[in-house]
């Protein structure tokens, strides 16, 4: 994998909720390159945030992926 590709693209689990796609993408990419996302009106703001809420990862972790990476990236101030 490129530095660059590592560096710069980021990744939504937008559509595609399971375990088998986050595990690939955690392991990949980690957890400062994925942000929350969601496919509406094809998913459930409920069962998005349920899936991230049950993730076997840290609550930092968690925050991170709901939040912090977009802010981040955006660079929003909060």
Do not use: R
Request: proline letters at 5%; charged letters at 20%.
């Amino acid at each position: 994998m490129t530095k660059t590709f590592q560096d710069q693209v980021f990744v939504t689990p937008s559509g595609i909720l399971t375990m088998p796609y986050f595990q690939f993408i955690y392991e990949l990419k980690g957890t400062e390159k994925i942000l929350y996302s969601i496919d509406y009106p094809y998913q459930s703001l409920d069962g998005a945030q349920a899936f991230i809420h049950n993730l076997p990862i840290s609550n930092q972790e968690k925050e991170l992926i709901a939040h912090g990476n977009t802010e981040k990236l955006l660079k929003l101030a909060v």
